[in-house]
């Protein structure tokens, strides 16, 4: 059974950053592509980022591009999101996602994926 536990949320100030972790288990994922994606109160879930573990070929969304980083530790079977200049509208619970499909959904496609963390949360105060 694949588990996906989420850490590193928390409060920061506008212009902040925090770092967020995904410990995977259960899986050899090395076919894997890692998701992070985000929901804020009375709003759909959103894609963030994307990581294929073998390759290591990453997707952002757009608000998030050149601020956030993902990236991997095969080692650890862990993933990170490094969330940089912080701002108010990135408040929101965010989740891991994993999927070893490959079928023609986009990765930013939250049904593409098939396992979910239980979310951390994100609150960034102007």
């Known amino acids: 059974q694949v588990q996906l536990v989420e850490s590193g949320g928390g409060l920061v100030q506008a212009g902040g950053s925090l770092r967020l972790s995904c410990a995977a288990s259960?899986?050899?994922?090395?076919?894997?592509?890692m998701g992070w994606f985000r929901q804020a109160p009375g709003k759909e879930r959103e894609f963030v980022a994307a990581?294929?573990?073998?390759?290591?070929?990453?997707y952002y969304a757009d608000s998030v591009k050149d601020r956030f980083t993902i990236s991997r530790d095969s080692a650890k079977n862990t993933i990170y999101l490094q969330m940089n200049s912080l701002k108010p509208e990135d408040t929101a619970i965010y989740y891991c996602?994993?999927?070893?499909?490959?079928?023609?959904?986009?990765?930013?496609?939250?049904?593409?994926?098939?396992?979910w963390g239980q979310g951390t949360q994100v609150a960034v105060s102007a």
């Open positions: 996602a994993a999927t070893s499909g490959t079928s023609g959904l986009s990765v930013a496609s939250r049904f593409r994926y098939d396992y």
């Open positions: 259960g899986r050899t994922f090395s076919t894997y592509t």
């Open positions: 990581i294929t573990w073998s390759g290591g070929n990453t």
